[in-house]
């Protein structure tokens, strides 16, 4: 890679600004001797932003290293969110599956890093402004993506599936689609429609893969030292981005639709991996659980 960009002006406020949170944490976990997932883009997108000036990009710049709530704990439940999409991904792939829709792509640069196999199509919709930051990036460093990348500014709160299959999408093959950190911010109405939205799109043997919280924070997780930590650290009051309606139960309503789905805790993950957060008294992280579902083929 060639050197980074020059500063931009901004990826933009709320939602979007967690995007380069999540950068910095791929860019520090993308360092440690242990790495569950290594992302070399990462660390560009943060040194190329001005609303990221500062942040860490290595272990050695957390302050207090893994004690740290935002840059140590949460940065480490970030890498082994990449490390199983990843790997969710790729077993998609392998099935046989050549068309990934990435849903609130932010700054994810697995068109780039991942082997995917021959005749992979990797779809990115997210809003022009943080595709136009990426992609100024991206050029800067002459990246060159290992699947076809199809970037797609688009509202997800608006006709995003007229747009997708204007842009070549085809419903009628099997799709590998992707909803990371996508539909913990959406209102409950949102949600159902992307999930509709979805289950219309998708041929028999796609899947679908997304992050969500059982329930509403409670109290006792609303005062975990993360949120703190967060809003003193970067200025992202993550607490006031996260919908507070009681949440659908999306995973049901694919089960209703012909979908089989299972509701998993990232700590299963962790023991799994023997890497990555465990649970701790007011817990942030207590009621994130993933969904991965599969639309069986005939």
Request: charged content about 25%; overall charge negative.
């Given at each position: 890679m060639v050197g980074t960009a020059h500063r931009d002006t901004g990826i933009g406020e709320g939602v979007a600004r967690t995007a380069l949170m999540i950068a910095a944490a791929r860019a520090i976990e993308t360092h440690r001797p242990d790495a569950l997932a290594r992302d070399g883009y990462a660390e560009h997108f943060v040194l190329a932003a001005r609303d990221a000036a500062g942040w860490p990009v290595r272990p050695e710049q957390v302050p207090d290293g893994d004690a740290n709530p935002l840059w140590g704990r949460l940065a480490r439940y970030f890498g082994l969110r990449t490390r199983v999409l990843d790997d969710h991904l790729l077993r998609s792939a392998r099935t046989g599956i050549r068309q990934v829709v990435l849903l609130g792509a932010g700054l994810d640069s697995r068109a780039f890093r991942l082997d995917w196999p021959p005749g992979c199509v990797v779809y990115e919709i997210d809003t022009l402004g943080v595709l136009r930051f990426k992609q100024r990036v991206l050029d800067g460093l002459c990246a060159v993506p290992k699947a076809v990348r199809v970037p797609i500014?688009?509202?997800?709160?608006?006709?995003?599936?007229?747009?997708?299959?204007?842009?070549?999408?085809?419903?009628?093959?099997?799709?590998?689609?992707?909803?990371?950190?996508?539909?913990?911010?959406?209102?409950?109405?949102?949600?159902?429609?992307?999930?509709?939205?979805?289950?219309?799109?998708?041929?028999?043997?796609?899947?679908?893969?997304?992050?969500?919280?059982?329930?509403?924070?409670?109290?006792?997780?609303?005062?975990?030292?993360?949120?703190?930590?967060a809003k003193e650290?970067?200025?992202?009051?993550?607490?006031?981005?996260?919908?507070?309606?009681?949440?659908?139960?999306?995973?049901?309503?694919?089960?209703?639709?012909?979908w089989s789905a299972s509701v998993r805790s990232p700590f299963d993950f962790t023991r799994r991996l023997g890497r990555g957060p465990l649970p701790e008294p007011r817990d942030a992280l207590a009621g994130n659980h993933w969904v991965f579902a599969d639309r069986p083929g005939r």
């Open positions: 500014g688009a509202d997800l709160g608006t006709d995003w599936a007229g747009a997708l299959t204007g842009a070549g999408f085809d419903p009628g093959v099997p799709t590998a689609w992707l909803a990371e950190g996508l539909l913990l911010y959406l209102p409950a109405a949102a949600e159902r429609r992307l999930v509709d939205t979805v289950d219309g799109l998708s041929a028999d043997g796609s899947t679908l893969m997304y992050e969500i919280k059982l329930g509403l924070e409670s109290p006792e997780s609303r005062d975990s030292p993360l949120y703190a930590s650290q970067i200025g992202v009051d993550l607490l006031t981005l996260f919908d507070e309606e009681p949440r659908p139960d999306s995973a049901a309503d694919l089960v209703g639709r012909g």
